[in-house]
């Protein structure tokens, strides 16, 4: 069936380095992506989010980049903080999401 | 206050039990789901409803049945809980205008 997917289950970066996490897709259709990250216990917290008709957009220290040919999305994080640890996924859709398995971020100080 | 609300946060309960986990929302949106994360996975999608006459099920439906009692409520019920049925579920709603979905805190369920 149709998934959006993660190449890295794990990352590890220093403070102030900056992450790059990916995310592959199948559905060629797919309109509409977005990140969100998750805390320990909590829901998932908007991030950022791209349509198929835009390449990048950027944030405040995010940036999430679409290519379409290869049907993958990364989001760039700069100047990682601690406060970044978290784990990251990857969705697709207007309400009914599908989501990625998650990368899991670890910014040591 | 929370814009949308999950009861109980944490339950832990036996196999064959019958399970409802609540769903409230201020936001006054039509549209809510019912989601299920694993471990070091992602969330799947259980059920929704786009309004109170309106339901769907969802990629994972099976053991699982949902009531949309007022605009601002939806509720999951497991009608005989089995343990792997543990994991952590999650609310939200979804505004159409703004492409945003709110997410819940989430229920911790564990089924023994």
């Known amino acids: 069936g149709e998934s959006v997917g993660l190449h890295l289950p794990t990352l590890s970066v220093q403070e102030g380095d900056n992450s790059i996490i990916n995310c592959a897709y199948s559905n060629s259709a797919s309109d509409y992506f977005i990140w969100y990250k998750q805390e320990s216990g909590k829901g998932p917290q908007f991030i950022i989010d791209i349509r198929s008709n835009m390449d990048k957009r950027q944030g405040q220290r995010v940036t999430v980049l679409l290519n379409k040919t290869v049907k993958h999305l990364s989001l760039q994080i700069a100047a990682t903080q601690p406060g970044d640890s978290a784990v990251y996924f990857c969705?697709?859709?207007?309400?009914?999401?599908?989501f990625g398995q998650g990368t899991i971020l670890t910014v040591h100080p | 206050d929370a814009d949308v609300t999950q009861t109980p946060r944490n339950r832990i309960t036996k196999t064959g039990k019958r399970i409802m986990l609540e769903c409230s929302q201020t936001?006054?949106?039509?549209?809510m789901y019912w989601y299920r994360q694993d471990p070091g996975l992602g969330l799947r999608l259980i059920y929704y409803s786009f309004d109170v006459k309106d339901i769907n099920k969802g990629e994972i439906s099976d053991g699982y049945s949902v009531s949309r009692q007022a605009q601002a409520k939806f509720s999951l019920s497991l009608e005989s809980a089995i343990p792997n049925q543990t994991a952590l579920y999650f609310c939200?709603?979804?505004?159409?205008?703004?492409?945003?979905?709110?997410f819940g805190p989430g229920t911790r369920l564990t089924v023994l």
């Open positions: 936001k006054g949106h039509d549209r």
């Open positions: 939200a709603t979804y505004d159409p205008r703004t492409d945003t979905q709110y």
């Open positions: 969705a697709e859709g207007y309400g009914k999401l599908t």
